[in-house]
């Protein structure tokens, strides 16, 4: 799981607001994938990707949206209009979606101010 | 869609005791089934995991049962140590080939 990077590990941010979550990884998985977690719920799937240039929405992809234009790449941005961004943000990557064991990065703490 | 459920969601033991965390699922085309550890502001990491065609799987002092007739599988530690304190997740994978994973038990480990 030390191929898988997430920045900023701390993030602040206004209402109102966009701000991009990083996730990098270097082990040459095609999924990739982004998690919130709160206290109590666990963690909750919000976007994946198979393969570059692919994305699919999770269970709560409002208000936030990806890219995946390179295959270690997979940045999370986080809009205005998601209501309650306040978080643990955590990336994954697996080397297929069909393949079982995931690997998480470090995650990136995001409050909103 | 794939329904996970986690119980406890807090457990307090001595150490030296025993520790069962248990997930129910109801996807029947589940077929693997992981355990992650999170210690506090720190990532899930993997500790143990198990596939459909096995009834249970041992390493060290933690183990891993699974009843797929009840739709089932649980968590075993033994001989709790301190640093097992940490906050436990399940997770099933089936047909959507998307892991759901349970809520988190939160293991607390008396010296």
């Known amino acids: 799981d030390g191929g898988i990077t997430q920045s900023p590990k701390y993030l602040f941010r206004k209402e109102g607001q966009n701000v991009t979550l990083s996730c990098e990884q270097n082990?040459?998985?095609?999924?990739m994938y982004w998690y919130r977690q709160d206290p109590g719920q666990g963690l909750r799937l919000i976007y994946y990707?198979?393969?570059?240039?692919?994305?699919q929405k999770g269970d709560i992809a409002e208000g936030y949206s990806v890219s995946r234009e390179k295959k270690e790449s997979f940045p999370l941005t986080v809009t205005s209009a998601q209501k309650n961004p306040t978080a643990f943000y955590l990336c994954?990557?697996?080397?297929?979606?069909?393949?079982?064991?995931?690997?998480f990065g470090p995650g990136t703490r995001l409050t909103v101010l | 869609g794939e329904n996970v459920e986690q119980h406890p969601s807090t457990l307090s033991v001595q150490e030296g005791d025993s520790a069962v965390i248990k997930c129910t699922y109801s996807d029947s085309a589940s077929n693997y089934f992981p355990w992650y550890k999170q210690e506090l502001g720190k990532r899930p990491q993997l500790i143990i995991d198990i596939r459909s065609n096995v009834g249970e799987k041992k390493d060290q002092r933690i183990a891993v049962t699974l009843n797929k007739t009840a739709k089932h599988f649980s968590l075993h530690i033994t001989e709790t140590q301190p640093e097992d304190s940490a906050v436990y997740f399940c997770?099933?994978?089936?047909?959507?080939?998307?892991?759901?994973f349970g809520r988190g038990t939160s293991l607390i480990v008396h010296p």
């Open positions: 082990l040459n998985h095609d999924a």
């Open positions: 997770a099933t994978k089936g047909g959507s080939y998307i892991p759901t």
């Open positions: 994954a990557s697996s080397i297929g979606v069909l393949t079982d064991t995931q690997y």
């Open positions: 990707s198979q393969i570059v240039n692919d994305f």
